[in-house]
């Protein structure tokens, strides 16, 4: 069925709100017709549903074309780009002849049957004077009236309006311009980018329609035109995308929600989510690419306009001006020809940007890309659009392995720092970063649905450069630093775990760029292992001398160890405010030096968590525990350590709380610091065994003989608000203790009342042994959602499958809990194989049911 199929039968049937709401169902579920076709019809069809109505006299009797208006279509539906539940942008434009009351019918009888048929309306009444003037106060609505299309009535004032309309943009682009950037800019700021969130909008985002929309502008002003490769497309896809979420959510939504991605993707016949986001980002970057490019073109047209007039002063209105003109760059119109700075061989600086030398012979030199590259990041320039696509069109391929310079100059633009970031978005844009690395292509626009990443795959390494070019002082091989920092999630997209699959790959790439066998080796541990410091501190025992010897092991010398704990602070950096903290930061450091010490050879110290001496402060703790028989509470906060800034960063405050030895005590403790909402971030347990004698003279004790005191040190952090005292913690843990105060109930209660986001759906607990991590314990590893009470509830299940925890090591990132227990049986030590298996899966268990 064509669209004039659709208009004739609409028209035949009704032309009211019923005929048209039927014929716009029909059409909206047409299989056969999607994409631009479906809204170039649906405009169409509602462009003569709404002509009908104006033609209309009262109560629908046939009134003829009222004389002296027209009916405007502006915005998205101006240019005949309805969605499914795309609002309406109307304008009724009126010659100023009819009264009041003929001007408030005629409007009547158009907006009532929309708003009757639940379709959102913007709409205004105005002559052609107002609608000018609203537009030079309002960049929104001039905006909007740059797509005014005629619908129906006076065809000669909708084209009258339009040429005034498109005159006064052009008129004042040097106004309007600077003003439409700044509005996009701000928006970016507010919506992030298109190209790399796990829940987009699809139309405020940078990279989105909105911008897409904002370029069309630029073009209608003459001053400067978006690049058109791919541009239209790429709307269009995001527009087809736009159209599918508003079908399957039946609302007029932008935003891409996690829970409704898998239902778009199958309208759009994709194979799943991932599909759809890689897509969507895809034609982000095209939009937003096209933005950074045009902007500067607009930005450099306004500085020619405005350096103008004073070239003319200065030259007193002599001619022979070449005809290149002043640029009006840096210097502000100081010479009639844009300066040439030379920036590297074949590359200099021209207004701005980094540009192709007139010498330069990209056929022949296969380095210029690489080097081009270098220069405009170093010296805080973007490459020209120009001189991208003509060393892409040119350039040639590079030997294998690379030269020498070829890996250099890729170091180098690397470790430019933030400026590697445009550069990089400008080589890939045209296909230059897959030449180079042909890897890159599975990890390009590849989404990380995890809520602790910021980037999808690609940005994340690009921006782990960025960060590591700020470490580079801290390692002896910078170049391998950044190197492994862009490579070591190129694993991702390949089956299996992406650590050892990256290693295989970053060798293979390490190699094939010119690294002898020595850096390629390092490069392919780097990838390896660049979760292993973090893991390791923040989920094991670094007291257990297995933790040291294991991470020696793996890292195997100490410079490998100090380039991996800058590309381990890198990469936590660069994945999102989650995933670092002066807290980790310090764990990390603690484990960093243990490790070095056993690489020097120093042997780590054999003994059991239980053999170290307490302080004086946590025996003064147990000796009054054992002489109260109740909990002893110490509450003090940590001093930090210096932050980013200079001043210390406070890593909680440090809780120790001293127990007679008795069963209950971890989940008890844990329970009572969730009622108050104290995040934990780590916990110590030991037993203290006091001397006979020590209780001597205390209410309760005997005949001086010793005991034993369950000592447990917590950081925690209270998740909002301040810290509660240490007696209001106290009285709750004895009420806890002595069953008085049921937690576990209260919890739940909180639980129930947690507000829940719809259609969010969190993985299952997965409990598991990691094997060999101690010697002294066997070690479970809990992953789960965190929730309030979660460290209560394990402490419960460990209870009761008979394990003594002997410490905790308690990490969140995100939405997720990854949590160690080291635990040991009756007799003291490790427990056995299935033993051990069977109580991850009682735990499991728990946290699943």
């Not at 010296?379 to 310079?405: C, F, I, K, M, Y």
């Not at 910021?454 to 590591?468: G, K, N, S």
Request: glycine share 10%; hydrophobic share 45%; with cysteine.
């Amino acid at each position: 069925m064509t669209s004039m199929d659709v208009r004739t039968e609409t028209e035949a049937e009704d032309s009211g709100p019923s005929g048209y709401a039927a014929a716009r169902l029909r059409l909206l579920h047409e299989e056969a017709r999607s994409g631009p076709p479906r809204r170039s019809a649906l405009a169409e069809l509602t462009d003569d549903w709404l002509a009908g109505l104006f033609r209309a006299g009262p109560s629908g009797t046939p009134g003829g074309i009222p004389k002296g208006a027209a009916l405007i279509a502006v915005g998205g539906y101006g240019r005949g780009e309805l969605s499914p539940r795309s609002d309406l942008d109307l304008l009724l434009l009126h010659d100023g002849s009819a009264g009041p009351k003929e001007l408030a019918a005629l409007a009547d009888r158009l907006w009532y049957p929309v708003w009757d048929l639940g379709i959102a309306l913007d709409h205004s009444v105005r002559t052609p004077a107002e609608a000018r003037k609203t537009a030079g106060e309002d960049l929104k609505a001039h905006l909007g009236l740059l797509d005014a299309r005629h619908v129906a009535g006076d065809l000669g004032m909708t084209t009258a309006l339009r040429t005034a309309v498109l005159a006064d943009w052009r008129n004042q682009a040097p106004k309007r311009l600077p003003e439409l950037r700044e509005l996009c800019d701000e928006r970016a700021e507010r919506h992030g980018e298109l190209g790399h969130l796990l829940e987009p909008d699809l139309k405020e985002a940078r990279g989105g329609l909105r911008d897409a929309t904002a370029l069309r502008a630029v073009a209608a002003s003459w001053l400067a035109d978006a690049p058109r490769e791919g541009l239209d497309e790429a709307r269009q896809r995001l527009l087809d995308v736009r159209d599918a979420l508003h079908l399957a959510t039946g609302r007029a939504t932008d935003r891409l929600a996690l829970q409704e991605q898998d239902q778009v993707a199958a309208g759009l016949g994709l194979l799943d989510a991932d599909t759809l986001l890689r897509q969507v980002y895809e034609a982000a970057r095209v939009v937003a690419y096209a933005g950074d490019v045009t902007w500067r073109e607009v930005g450099r047209v306004l500085r020619a306009r405005a350096g103008r007039p004073r070239l003319r002063s200065m030259l007193g209105g002599r001619s022979g001006v070449r005809s290149g003109g002043p640029t009006g760059g840096r210097g502000g119109g100081r010479a009639p020809v844009a300066e040439r700075t030379p920036l590297a061989e074949g590359v200099v600086e021209q207004d701005g940007e980094a540009v192709l030398a007139r010498a330069a012979r990209p056929e022949r030199d296969a380095v210029l890309p690489l080097r081009a590259a270098a220069a405009a990041a170093q010296a805080g320039l973007p490459l020209s659009l120009h001189a991208v696509r003509h060393l892409a069109a040119t350039a040639r391929p590079l030997a294998t392995p690379w030269p020498a310079e070829a890996r250099e100059q890729l170091v180098t633009l690397l470790g430019a720092g933030r400026p590697t970031v445009q550069v990089w978005e400008a080589l890939e844009a045209e296909g230059l970063i897959t030449r180079f690395l042909p890897d890159w292509e599975r990890v390009r626009c590849r989404p990380q649905r995890n809520a602790v990443h910021t980037w999808t795959v690609d940005r994340h390494l690009v921006e782990t450069a960025v960060r590591a070019s700020a470490l580079t002082r801290r390692v002896g091989r910078p170049d391998l630093l950044l190197v492994a920092a862009l490579l070591h999630d190129i694993g991702k997209g390949w089956p299996g775990d992406h650590s050892t699959a990256g290693e295989t790959i970053a060798r293979d790439i390490a190699a094939r760029i010119g690294f002898d066998a020595g850096d390629v080796a390092v490069v392919a541990r780097l990838v390896r292992h660049h979760l292993l410091l973090v893991e390791t501190a923040t989920r094991r025992d670094l007291d257990d001398p297995a933790t040291v010897r294991g991470v020696a092991e793996a890292v195997g010398s100490v410079g490998t160890l100090e380039l991996l704990h800058a590309l381990t602070e890198a990469d936590a950096l660069a994945t999102g405010p989650a995933a670092w903290s002066t807290w980790r930061g310090a764990l990390v450091a603690d484990l960093v030096k243990r490790v070095t010490a056993v690489l020097s050879g120093e042997a780590p110290e054999e003994r059991a968590a239980e053999d170290a001496a307490p302080t004086a402060e946590q025996e003064r703790l147990a000796v009054e525990a054992y002489r109260t028989g109740g909990p002893v509470l110490s509450m003090r906060a940590d001093s930090g350590v210096p932050s980013e800034e200079g001043g210390p960063e406070p890593l909680g405050v440090e809780l120790v709380v001293a127990v007679p030895e008795r069963a209950g005590v971890l989940s008890s403790v844990a329970g009572v610091l969730a009622l108050h909402r104290l995040a934990v971030r780590t916990a110590e347990l030991g037993v203290v065994t006091l001397p006979s004698g020590m209780g001597s003279g205390a209410v309760g004790v005997g005949s001086g003989s010793g005991g034993s005191v369950l000592l447990l040190s917590w950081r925690v952090a209270a998740e909002y608000g301040s810290m509660p005292q240490a007696a209001r913690l106290r009285a709750d843990l004895v009420r806890v203790l002595d069953g008085s105060l049921d937690v576990e109930a209260r919890l739940a209660e909180r639980e129930a009342a947690y507000p829940r986001r719809r259609g969010t759906v969190a993985p299952p607990a997965r409990v598991t042994v990691a094997p060999a991590a101690s010697r002294l314990a066997t070690v479970i590893e809990v992953r789960a959602q965190d929730a309030p009470g979660l460290l209560h509830r394990i402490g419960r299940a460990l209870e009761a499958a008979e394990v003594a925890v002997r410490s905790a090591h308690v990490s969140t990132l995100g939405a997720n809990a990854v949590d160690a227990f080291y635990v040991t049986g009756a007799d003291g030590g490790p427990l056995e194989g299935d033993v051990a298996v069977g109580v991850a899966r009682e735990v499991e268990g728990v946290l699943r049911g």
